[in-house]
């Protein structure tokens, strides 16, 4: 597939300036967990096709922490770890992008973009990627109960469960860099092993420009990243490709998260 092309980028762009585009996670800053080391659709709402049996994905390594903010820094990969929402023109362009450059991602679906745009998890499932929880509604979930978090939780979960046989590996919090005790162990309650967090932040959902979304990445990227970015932004379109040459130029390959911690 071709990338996507300048009038393409504008016109998105123009949709964005007019408050089309959902704007992604309002958090700044880098996570505090400390980076682990080694010792998974229907394509309309009701759907039922099964992801990718367990036992046919990456087995994860032994001995890894609860929270998880990078990958082994001896591997020569990276997982670019995309928040999952916004116009759907501009993920499939971003999935296109990945495609031309045979990059894996790591998508942090929000559980209401999924109710809305049910065919992205088999789109995102059949380009070889991976599916994560990134709760429901994307709200603040470290300012919730207990109770609130865990249905934040729980009903993306289960929605993802519907949409591909598995509620996926990961979970993310919303607006938050990590996760507090309390939404630590809602995660656990509701079936996570893990929570994923991320030691590069893109900062793409500041619509800083293409420019300095690839600058941003590319200074601080290496063995082991997992970087955090987000679909709705045509800034981080434009970014992707030059992010995915300069990952290639340095030997280091995009893959899921499971497989950079397998």
């Not at 609130?148 to 993310?172: M, V």
Request: with cysteine; charged share 15%.
């Amino acid at each position: 597939m071709t990338p996507f092309d300048r009038r393409g980028l504008l016109r998105l762009a123009a949709l964005g300036a007019a408050g089309t585009l959902t704007s992604a996670c309002a958090a700044a800053g880098a996570p505090t967990p400390a980076t682990a080391t080694p010792s998974a659709a229907g394509s309309a709402a009701g759907g039922s096709a099964p992801a990718p049996a367990a036992d046919a994905l990456p087995r994860l390594a032994s001995g890894l922490p609860f929270e998880i903010a990078g990958g082994p820094r001896t591997r020569a990969a990276v997982a670019l770890t995309f928040h999952g929402q916004g116009d759907p023109r501009i993920a499939e362009a971003l999935l296109a992008e990945a495609a031309r450059a045979d990059a894996r991602l790591t998508v942090m679906a929000v559980g209401s973009w999924l109710d809305e745009q049910p065919a992205m998890a088999s789109r995102i499932l059949d380009g070889g990627h991976e599916l994560g929880n990134h709760t429901q509604n994307h709200r603040a979930i470290s300012t919730m109960s207990a109770d609130r978090a865990y249905q934040e939780i729980a009903r993306c979960a289960q929605r993802l469960k519907q949409l591909t046989g598995s509620q996926g590996r990961w979970f993310r919090p919303s607006q938050a860099a990590d996760c507090t005790p309390t939404v630590a162990a809602q995660a656990r309650r509701a079936g996570y092993a893990h929570c994923l967090g991320y030691d590069l932040d893109s900062l793409d959902y500041t619509d800083p420009g293409a420019e300095a979304v690839t600058r941003t990445v590319l200074a601080a990227v290496r063995p082991g990243s997992v970087v955090s970015m987000h679909f709705g932004h045509t800034g981080t379109v434009a970014a992707l490709p030059a992010i995915l040459d300069g990952l290639h130029r340095r030997g280091l390959r995009a893959v899921t998260t499971s497989e950079l911690l397998s």
